[in-house]
């Protein structure tokens, strides 16, 4: 992948007084979006003009995207001018019921663009955020959108931001018997430019986990029948393998601070699947578990001290914890149905997971102690649910019914809030299954 080089001059015009994070109506199962304006941003000559109008409709496509806000029709505003270096008629966009405004403008210079944003409270009259940030060549101009739309969310919302993240997946193309898989990579958006392949094809590719680190992911792939765990550093382009593992059904997941990975495999002396925990530096393996059962789908919390997993060994898979040692091993899920597939939020207090329950599958989350449990959704098949950074969103793979010749069972990736709201695909040049979302660049 080639070297991103990124310059951001950060520049508080003011410093912003204590604001109250945004107050989230839930009705029913909906959110009540919040209205914000934006503007046009006015730049210094063509390319800049250019450049402005990009960053518009990348900003209004993500937070639109994240079902908090919708942006009031360019129709309906009064006043058109460049609002950067002068206080807005404030009055003028109450009467549209902008709550928000945004306003921004681009310069070319000779070392790039340099771009002013500032953002106001309609209602209080007031500027809540103003920016000043610079990139050297339009090729950033999507990351320096991202990055905008993630400082305008957080000052809002109170929460961090996910939009300046990318999502790794399988790519499928195929007949159901014959799918070629391919590891590929994008914006969380989903935007056709930031699509990359990032193996050929030519051997099976299975669930790829990120590192916290953002720049190196896990994968599966199978070697002449023989499943292989790799290492792929984004940045550089270079993979290295892991090692060999016999019966492994998952990729790793990394530990938070990316210098340990857990994963399970079967021990070929017992025949027992098992989970263990490797050391990335010494490629010591040390076992956690040693059940007669299937333990396996491991998944660190935040802070690196607790895995989440799955195990039959209470007769079907449900849902235990343990301590990093494979110690006070809990059982968490206490609903009926077979779970699987549990991943920690990102905030340490939940845990997302897929279950089978009375034919259909669900993607749910539940607190860390098994409580309050609750569906997000429900269909014929879903799998692989994935927390944003922010741990307020979820993607997963939902696949349709295949049909008596063959054919159908399209996958395909989904992005919805954890309220059950705003579910949506993202779009992918074929079919997408196994996402992994990866931590803010």
Do not use: C
């Not at 663009?113 to 339009?138: C, G, H, T, W």
């Not at 343990?322 to 597939?341: A, F, P, T, W």
Request: glycine share 8%; aromatic share 10%; charged share 25%.
């Amino acid at each position: 992948m080639k070297k991103i080089q990124f310059i951001f001059l950060i520049i508080f015009f003011i410093v912003p007084r204590a604001y109250s994070a945004l107050d989230v109506t839930i009705s029913q199962g909906k959110v009540e979006p919040t209205p914000i304006a934006i503007t046009n941003f006015f730049g210094n000559n063509n390319n800049a003009n250019e450049a402005g109008n990009v960053l518009r409709k990348i900003i209004s496509n993500n937070l639109t995207n994240s079902g908090l806000f919708y942006t009031v029709d360019e129709e309906l505003y009064i006043q058109s001018d460049n609002l950067v270096n002068k206080v807005p008629r404030f009055e003028d966009w109450k009467i549209i019921k902008a709550q928000f405004l945004l306003s921004g403008d681009v310069s070319e210079t000779e070392q790039g663009f340099s771009v002013r944003i500032r953002l106001y409270d309609v209602f209080a009259a007031q500027e809540i955020k103003a920016v000043k940030m610079s990139i050297p060549n339009k090729d950033l101009l999507r990351r320096l959108g991202h990055k905008i739309s993630d400082l305008v969310y957080e000052r809002i919302t109170g929460e961090g931001g996910y939009f300046d993240t990318r999502i790794v997946y399988i790519s499928e193309v195929g007949p159901l018997d014959q799918r070629v898989k391919r590891l590929a990579i994008m914006d969380q958006d989903g935007h056709s430019e930031s699509h990359k392949f990032l193996t050929n094809g030519k051997n099976l590719v299975l669930t790829p986990r990120f590192a916290p680190n953002n720049q190196t992911i896990t994968y599966m792939e199978y070697e002449n029948n023989l499943p292989r765990v790799y290492i792929y550093n984004l940045k550089t382009g270079v993979r290295e393998i892991v090692g060999d593992f016999p019966g492994m059904t998952f990729a790793p997941r990394f530990s938070p601070d990316s210098k340990k990975i857990v994963m399970s495999f079967t021990d070929p002396k017992t025949a027992n699947t098992e989970i263990y925990i490797m050391d990335l530096n010494t490629r010591v393996i040390n076992r956690l578990t040693n059940d007669p059962g299937i333990d396996t789908s491991p998944s660190f919390s935040p802070d690196g001290n607790k895995i989440v997993f799955n195990s039959d060994r209470g007769g079907y898979p449900q849902l235990y914890t343990m301590n990093l040692d494979g110690k006070n091993i809990k059982r968490i899920s206490r609903g009926k149905g077979v779970y699987g597939n549990p991943v920690w939020s990102p905030r340490g207090d939940q845990i997302a997971f897929a279950k089978l329950t009375q034919g259909s599958f669900h993607i749910g989350i539940m607190d860390t102690n098994g409580m309050n449990e609750r569906v997000v959704v429900k269909d014929f098949s879903l799998e692989s649910p994935a927390w944003s950074p922010n741990g307020r969103y979820l993607i997963f793979h939902r696949q349709k019914r295949s049909k008596e010749d063959g054919t159908g069972g399209q996958t395909s990736i989904h992005f919805i809030d954890i309220t059950g709201y705003n579910e949506r695909i993202i779009p992918t040049p074929r079919d997408g299954s196994d996402p992994a979302w990866s931590p803010l660049l």
